[in-house]
């Protein structure tokens, strides 16, 4: 499978970063580069994250750093959609029930 990271999930990771580049830059870059290499393991074990409750999108939890990627299957193509702190709760449900951003 091929990783493909859609707009919303860039600009989702963008914003992460700038909010930790402007607290705590020594972590920012790795706070980056780690949910990358998580979302991009997804080419290999797609499936082992759970689904969100009545929908077509998988929950990809990081344990290191508090944060959700929620990510669809599309043929031979894991679309990372969003990137969201794990205490964003009310943000997310939004997303998917509006299926905001998704490009």
Same mark, same amino acid.
């Given at each position: 499978?091929?990783?493909i990271?859609?707009r919303?999930a860039?600009?989702?990771?963008?914003?992460?970063?700038?909010?930790?580049?402007?607290? =705590? !830059? $020594?972590?920012?870059?790795?706070?980056?580069l780690? /949910?990358?290499d998580?979302?991009?393991?997804?080419? @290999? &074990?797609?499936?082992n =994250? !759970? $689904?969100?409750?009545?929908s077509?999108?998988?929950? /990809?939890v990081i344990?290191?750093?508090?944060?959700? @990627? &929620?990510?669809?299957?599309?043929g031979?193509?894991?679309?990372?959609i969003?990137?969201?702190?794990?205490?964003q709760?009310?943000?997310?449900?939004?997303?998917l029930?509006r299926?905001?951003?998704?490009?």
């Amino acid at each position: 499978m091929e990783v493909i990271w859609l707009r919303s999930a860039l600009a989702d990771l963008y914003e992460i970063r700038e909010y930790y580049e402007a607290r =705590a !830059p $020594k972590i920012a870059r790795d706070i980056a580069l780690h /949910l990358r290499d998580a979302a991009n393991r997804l080419e @290999i &074990t797609p499936y082992n =994250a !759970p $689904k969100w409750p009545g929908s077509d999108k998988y929950k /990809l939890v990081i344990t290191r750093y508090p944060y959700i @990627i &929620t990510y669809r299957i599309r043929g031979e193509q894991v679309q990372v959609i969003w990137v969201d702190h794990a205490a964003q709760e009310g943000r997310r449900q939004n997303r998917l029930r509006r299926g905001d951003n998704i490009s």
